[in-house]
């Protein structure tokens, strides 16, 4: 049986997508923890939704994600990204999954260097 894994999506292209009048906007998650978000959080809205946490949100799951928009997901370097990606389409998630590949660390790095690194 083939594992279900998340697409991939550069900083670069996640970018050109946030910033193009025409395209659907992608529906961000993020999974980090409160204190990374303290240091460097994401340019856009988000989901916020710490992995440490999610006995108070997995349940929910489905209520919590838009009706269309694609989802990615995000974290520091885009290992927890990935697997809660999978871990979403696992769920049965019906939508396109996107992995923000070097997560918010190569968002700093190739995009926005305003973003604190740590």
């Not at 993020?30 to 946490?53: G, Y």
């Not at 949100?57 to 927890?80: F, K, T």
């Amino acid at each position: 049986m083939k594992k279900n894994i998340p697409l991939n999506i550069s900083p670069k292209e996640l970018n050109k997508l946030l910033d193009d009048d025409c395209s659907e906007k992608p529906f961000i998650i993020d999974v980090r923890e409160d204190d990374e978000i303290a240091i460097a959080s994401f340019p856009f809205t988000v989901l916020h939704l710490p992995l440490s946490k999610a006995a108070h949100w997995s349940g929910e799951i489905e209520e919590l994600l838009p009706n269309d928009a694609p989802i990615v997901v995000v974290c520091h370097a885009g290992v927890r990204s990935l697997n809660f990606g999978i871990w979403l389409l696992e769920q049965g998630i019906r939508k396109t999954v996107l992995n923000l590949v070097g997560g918010i660390d190569a968002w700093s790095r190739d995009v926005d260097q305003s973003v604190p690194r740590y």
